[in-house]
């Protein structure tokens, strides 16, 4: 009786996960040169840009005051939504934390800090890779029209590949929690275990051609179309 009480009277609970996330590593802190380029990309692959969640990485830049608060207003703008930030010293942390997103270390202090940790579950993904490798099948003639983009090795976790324009080659697994895009067809020369899009000018749309030489791959992948 107790224990239907106690499940009634919660309101919720806290669960870990892994989303795929995109990632804006900027070059440059000027609001303006970031408008520029991203509404030249908005103008090519619309789809790439419908509200899409993403973490402001600023590891590469010197800006211990950042105009981070007209960074994310340009973003917003052409439909990306920060989430947070990603690196920067401490003023920009606290920038973050006042405009409500949140702030993840740098990437490498983060990759030193789960070393340990993270060891076993990096050595099977480096198995994984070479078996993946392994069992890739060579290119068949013609899959790759002008246009198009091949990409060797191992999509990993929060990492993103695209080709905008043309079909997209992948010769290796691609891990749970990244994400391949194309405005041609996706061929998948291995493990298919993240998200897979096709992306039109218009919209995006599920993927309708995934080739891969790997059976049974796609129980663990994801199909997506908005």
Request: with cysteine.
């Amino acid at each position: 009786m107790s224990l239907n009480v106690d499940r009634e009277g919660t309101a919720f609970s806290f669960k870990g996960g892994m989303l795929p996330m995109t990632v804006m590593e900027l070059t440059s802190a000027d609001p303006e040169r970031i408008r520029e380029q991203l509404a030249g990309k908005l103008s090519q692959s619309p789809a790439f840009f419908q509200h899409t969640p993403v973490v402001v990485s600023v590891e590469k830049l010197n800006e211990p005051h950042l105009a981070l608060e007209r960074i994310c207003a340009v973003c917003r703008a052409h439909k990306l939504l920060p989430v947070a930030v990603r690196g920067g010293p401490d003023p920009v942390k606290q920038s973050a934390w006042a405009l409500g997103l949140g702030w993840f270390p740098p990437q490498e202090v983060r990759s030193r800090a789960l070393e340990s940790v993270a060891a076993p579950a990096l050595e099977k993904d480096v198995e994984d890779s070479r078996d993946s490798e392994e069992e890739a099948s060579p290119i068949p003639a013609g899959v790759a029209p002008v246009g198009s983009r091949i990409f060797r090795g191992t999509v990993r976790s929060g990492q993103q590949i695209s080709a905008p324009v043309g079909d997209l080659v992948i010769v290796g697994a691609v891990n749970a929690g990244s994400e391949v895009l194309a405005g041609g067809n996706v061929h998948v020369y291995g493990a298919l275990r993240g998200r897979a899009w096709r992306v039109s000018m218009a919209t995006a749309r599920l993927v309708s051609s995934v080739t891969s030489c790997m059976p049974n791959c796609f129980p663990g992948g994801e199909l997506q179309a908005s």
